[in-house]
């Protein structure tokens, strides 16, 4: 057999329906001769993934093709078979899939604090698949585990921390439970091998508009969420400094430890940035960790122009900071930082020696195993750092202030079109915005609790039309006394001033005889 | 301008000149047009990430081209600059940075418990990626959520919990940790809102080999490690059941309330099971609630051969069980499983109406983000999922019998090489199995316990020389009386016969003279 025979053989054996046959015992790495075969497989795949992201940034197209748990159960084939699927199958059920999916990367899709799709950070994704490690040890990750120290080094330093440590952590409410754990060690390191029946009743305090997280660390923590207390916020969704101060005095009178006050900056519906500054001096006074919850604001610190809502922050002792918010670096990245260093490996380290030996031919002090609550860790970094490399900090400044440009333009056009939209809180801090959209019927209503009530029944109902539409996708929510309202979030690169104005358009298209 | 010109000047835009010199800035989303600019830069990173396959499973290859810390910092370029790289320098990138990462998926890489690189896995991983959404809700994650509804179920019928609930975690110590405060939460409830101070000292137990996890989570949920008592094990790494009845009267007698214990199947180390039905006695007799943490060992289950290991496993309330490690999937995919339905969300919900809406206009029961502790969660579904589908249940149990046969014929091998090679435990109940490599200076040496210190020492420099040269990568670690000896992992199912017989040979070539 010469070599060209083999080849028009090879070839021959690549053609569509061959490969569409193939099952995954003809891929690597089961059959070690597959090579080809893998190769066209993963051509097909990506080609179904440039269909979907051609259709994300097409303004022509639907953000979702919704339909009801029940229908979608009798749509999509979800079974696992007895026996393997072939190529064409499993190509299929990508396309199928891709099918019924809310397309995140639309630009008329405004629903999450987490939008759009940046293509490098989703390359990023793709390499980390393909590399598919661990990040508990240098030996396994070298240059991710090396990524991380870079990256997150130069974010303590955005912070304002010089030295310190940090964490990735798979999402900001697990962020904010390693601010909690490493507080109580750093405070009360008996309780590590005691348990806090050996402590006097510690106490959290976290603003009522922060992210449950806080409340949920109180449960899971074993502090009980009773004496995680909320502090009241102002008018504009602020934790009031005078407000904390009583709460905490209350909490001494009762014999209780205050010892740990959760500061939020960029609130999850108001976007409402907490006053770093008497929260520090408080928490001085009173002997109290001062975390902030930047996870939504966070972003800000990148902005020479917006910088200025988290001044103050680099008096605090922690930090939580999601990249997967407003720096748009796909889910799931977080990240936590600590001011002083050496904390998180005392917190969280059992000296599990069977894992992390000591002795190995490298600086083990590399290895992140016995830092962390998790052991096995998911890559998170490599999207980030390969995001931020194309960006640079010009870029990254540039898409921040993009975001808030665009957020000024849209809360612009609310403003004028202020007979069909009402702005609740008229000048957002963050890209959050918050209002009612305003049926015919309803414009010359006189604006008073009951016409709040009727803009809240009719909230779900605009929602359910455009989710049934599939065009258009904004969040809502009650908060406080305010019934149902929509939350618009920009923190998509693709929108640009034509989509707020669709935005508007739309709404009014849809809702305007509701 | 004609068409014609349109399509040409846009060809002559895409060759490899033009796109290397662009900016992230010139791709979607930020710039509409740019969609050919898009594809020709994610069709050169496959290409890169397909090189990276072809030399994961070339066995000519080095494994890993090792470097210390300190010299890796020189050769590669971690850093962010001010302004952004063109999109040549974020492919030389990748391309850099796949240079210096271990290849996970080479068939002589036998060092951790998840090897290897599924095909399958890794394109629904690449689609996770691109859809870039986030697992609280059916509204923005509608396939998905029904994905883990239908392979969750699946999971627990074939654990054995009719009914039931279950959620993925990210990686087995969050999944036992979910057990623990779920189990808490079940037996005594008022923790939630009153915190551990009201309760009697709870005490959980757990095998001197198992996971360090549970330890773990007894610090972070505040029972504090003095209460996590360690039961030992019997000569083949399996819990004593009648030293954990023992330490459970000591308790008792103490005044604590022993709660839970932890049966692991798949010890870390020698992957031993401890044995389910007496220890579910105990639970039984003392009101005790039974996890198994079966993060290792859960994948015998695929198969009628090695599923007798987990006998009695219906029997516990919970069941970890991570198909990252024996079936394969990309990292992460780690599930917990309960008996009973509702505990999950009795146990975590904060009641965040903002976030968590009650009237939308579809089942909100399908909606997660109150049942977890994470608040957002990574989609992990999708890659096992399609993997599973590729394989069926049939191709599944051959998976799982192939690394078996496998790791029988290693030990086969071993025994017949046996002045080369002490196996520690010589019937090893897993994937796991244990050795030291011996030199030729010491195999005429009487085996007492000078001689295996010699060979723990030895260990790690054998291990220094396998990284040195790349060509074999196996861990090692000590185990209470034993110094450091080898473990050696098959679970990827590219390994074949030669592998083995490449293994032992490359060994030996190394440490010959050691």
Not at 19 to 41: H, K, M, V
Not at 378 to 387: A, E, P
């Amino acid at each position: 057999m010469t070599n060209e025979t083999t080849e028009n053989q090879i070839n021959q054996q690549m053609n569509d329906t061959n490969i569409d046959n193939l099952l995954f015992s003809d891929l690597l790495p089961a059959n070690e001769t597959g090579y080809e075969a893998t190769r066209s497989f993963l051509l097909k795949i990506v080609d179904i993934l440039l269909d979907f992201i051609k259709e994300s940034s097409d303004r022509s197209t639907k953000i979702v093709d919704f339909h009801q748990p029940n229908q979608l159960k009798q749509l999509f084939d979800f079974t696992i078979p007895e026996n393997p699927k072939n190529i064409q199958q499993i190509l299929n059920d990508c396309k199928q899939c891709l099918k019924y999916q809310v397309k995140t990367g639309h630009p008329h899709y405004f629903n999450q604090l987490s939008c759009g799709l940046d293509i490098v950070s989703m390359a990023g994704e793709w390499l980390t698949a393909t590399a598919n490690t661990n990040m508990f040890t240098y030996e396994i990750a070298p240059i991710f585990i090396l990524m991380e120290h870079f990256v997150l080094e130069k974010m303590r330093n955005i912070i304002g921390f010089p030295n310190g440590d940090s964490i990735l952590a798979p999402g900001g409410a697990i962020s904010n439970l390693y601010a909690i754990i490493v507080a109580r060690h750093q405070m009360f390191p008996e309780y590590k091998t005691k348990g806090l029946k050996a402590l006097p009743q510690l106490v959290l305090f976290t603003s009522e508009h922060s992210h449950y997280s806080t409340k949920g660390a109180g449960a899971t923590c074993g502090f009980g969420t009773d004496n995680v207390i909320e502090v009241p916020v102002d008018a504009n969704g602020r934790m009031i400094p005078e407000e904390l101060e009583r709460l905490v005095k209350e909490s001494i009178e009762k014999g209780h430890r205050p010892f740990f006050v959760n500061c939020t900056c960029g609130t999850t519906v108001l976007g409402a940035f907490d006053p770093i500054n008497p929260l520090a001096d408080i928490c001085a006074k009173y002997n109290m960790w001062l975390h902030i919850d930047a996870a939504w604001g966070g972003g800000c610190l990148l902005s020479r122009k917006h910088r200025h809502r988290l001044a103050g922050i680099e008096r605090a002792q922690s930090v939580t900071w999601n990249p997967h918010k407003l720096m748009g670096t796909l889910l799931q990245c977080s990240t936590v930082h600590f001011k002083r260093d050496g904390l998180l490996i005392e917190c969280n380290q059992m000296c599990a020696d069977y894992l992390f030996q000591q002795d190995k031919h490298y600086d083990v002090s590399y290895d992140t195993g016995d830092k962390v609550i998790q052991c096995g860790r998911h890559n998170d970094i490599f999207k980030l750092w390969l995001m931020w490399r194309s960006k640079g900090d010009t870029g990254y400044e540039k898409h921040i202030d993009h975001l808030f440009d665009m957020t000024h333009y849209l809360v612009k056009r609310l403003k004028e079109e202020k007979d069909k939209f009402h702005l609740i809180w008229p000048e957002p801090e963050c890209v959050n915005v918050c209002f009612w959209y305003i049926p015919t019927r309803l414009r010359n209503n006189e604006k008073n609790r009951e016409w709040e009530q009727e803009l809240g029944r009719i909230t779900p109902l605009l929602k359910a039309r455009m989710m049934n539409e599939g065009t258009l996708m904004v969040g809502y929510q009650p908060l406080g006394d305010k019934p149902n309202f929509f939350r618009n979030i920009i923190s998509s690169s693709g929108v640009k001033p034509k989509d707020v104005d669709f935005l508007i358009s739309e709404m009014d298209r849809l809702g305007h005889d509701l």
